[in-house]
């Protein structure tokens, strides 16, 4: 049961970690609005397979709603801010400024959900935000300002949008296939609903390709691979903490595939923010 854990474990780790790549591949040959309209649809569908298949299924007023709210928050808003920060900024640093979200939770935790925070936290934050910032530098930390101040906005804007929904999430009550499948269908709704009123949608197979790459092993399949690597672990807290390899993964593929020259601040400051995180886990 360990040695299946841990390789649904790691099939979604390194799924996870092309990720990157694939975005800023794809946003050569497709705008964020379309990506995210294909990308969406591809995971709406594969997603009610899986719910067809297990029979999951359940559909109510209750689930129509809580799918139209967290719909619009991922995907729906989630990946329209990020592909757009993907957009502007070299993957590298897009990747690594996302990463905070899980440090992002701990603070709106605290605010929203009158969470305690202990003085280990409190480092933890600072470690990992002063992590980002170092990222954010470019390398360049005596002269900042290389990089697109817009795409830095929204890369650390996707941080709270993914953060916000995970603490909505806490209370949704669906059954979890499902929910997904419903988030996606509504996602992919809003999405088109936005490309109708912009009037114009751009696609190549390489941007087709691309998105339905994502829509599958970003969006979809992946997800379940990866709770069938939770359900299947003896000891789920060392399987989850392998998540903590994508981002460095992730560097290979961008290195070897993208020709990103790969930074010491971003090296550096992904351990400052994966140790921050790792800080502030109870």
Same mark, same amino acid.
């Given at each position: =049961?360990?040695?299946?854990?841990?390789?649904?474990?790691?099939?979604?780790?390194?799924?996870?970690?092309?990720?990157?790549? +694939?975005?800023?591949?794809?946003?050569?040959?497709?705008?964020? #609005? /379309?990506?995210?309209?294909?990308?969406?649809?591809?995971?709406?569908?594969? !997603?009610?397979?899986?719910?067809?298949?297990?029979?999951?299924? &359940?559909?109510?007023?209750?689930? !129509?709603?809580?799918?139209?709210?967290?719909?619009?928050?991922?995907?729906?808003?989630?990946?329209?801010?990020?592909?757009?920060?993907?957009?502007?900024?070299?993957?590298?640093?897009?990747?690594?400024?996302?990463?905070?979200?899980?440090?992002?939770?701990?603070?709106?935790?605290? $605010?929203?959900?009158?969470?305690?925070? /202990?003085?280990?936290? #409190?480092?933890?934050?600072?470690?990992?935000?002063?992590?980002?910032?170092?990222?954010?530098?470019? *390398?360049?930390?005596?002269?900042? &300002? &290389?990089?697109?101040?817009?795409?830095?906005?929204?890369?650390?804007?996707?941080?709270?949008?993914?953060? +916000?929904?995970? %603490?909505?999430?806490?209370?949704? &009550?669906?059954?979890?296939? /499902?929910?997904?499948?419903?988030?996606?269908?509504?996602?992919?709704?809003?999405?088109? $609903?936005?490309?109708?009123?912009?009037?114009?949608?751009?696609?190549?197979?390489?941007?087709?390709?691309?998105?339905?790459? %994502?829509?599958?092993?970003? =969006?979809?399949?992946?997800?379940?691979?990866?709770?069938? +690597?939770?359900?299947?672990?003896?000891?789920?807290?060392?399987?989850?903490?392998? $998540?903590?390899?994508?981002?460095? $993964?992730?560097?290979?593929?961008?290195? *070897?595939?993208?020709?990103?020259?790969?930074?010491?601040?971003?090296?550096?400051?992904?351990?400052?923010?994966?140790?921050? #995180?790792?800080?502030?886990?109870?």
């Amino acid at each position: =049961m360990l040695s299946s854990a841990y390789f649904y474990a790691l099939s979604a780790v390194i799924l996870w970690s092309t990720v990157a790549t +694939a975005f800023k591949l794809t946003l050569r040959y497709i705008d964020p #609005i /379309s990506m995210l309209f294909c990308s969406s649809t591809v995971a709406s569908i594969v !997603l009610w397979v899986l719910c067809i298949l297990r029979r999951s299924c &359940g559909f109510s007023g209750v689930w !129509l709603r809580k799918s139209l709210l967290m719909g619009f928050l991922n995907p729906f808003l989630y990946y329209l801010v990020l592909f757009d920060a993907y957009h502007r900024l070299p993957a590298q640093i897009a990747q690594a400024i996302n990463y905070t979200w899980a440090i992002v939770l701990v603070v709106l935790s605290m $605010i929203f959900l009158r969470q305690r925070i /202990s003085v280990r936290e #409190i480092l933890g934050v600072v470690v990992g935000f002063s992590g980002a910032v170092l990222v954010s530098s470019g *390398g360049m930390i005596l002269l900042p &300002g &290389g990089l697109d101040r817009l795409g830095l906005l929204l890369a650390f804007s996707s941080s709270f949008v993914w953060a +916000a929904y995970w %603490i909505l999430a806490m209370g949704d &009550g669906r059954e979890r296939l /499902s929910a997904f499948a419903g988030n996606f269908t509504m996602g992919a709704l809003y999405t088109g $609903i936005l490309l109708l009123l912009r009037g114009s949608f751009s696609c190549n197979w390489q941007g087709m390709m691309g998105s339905v790459w %994502i829509g599958l092993f970003e =969006m979809g399949i992946t997800f379940v691979v990866w709770d069938r +690597a939770l359900r299947t672990a003896r000891n789920t807290a060392q399987v989850a903490n392998l $998540i903590y390899l994508t981002p460095f $993964i992730s560097l290979l593929f961008i290195r *070897g595939i993208l020709s990103e020259s790969v930074m010491w601040s971003t090296v550096v400051g992904l351990l400052l923010i994966v140790s921050g #995180i790792l800080m502030t886990r109870k």
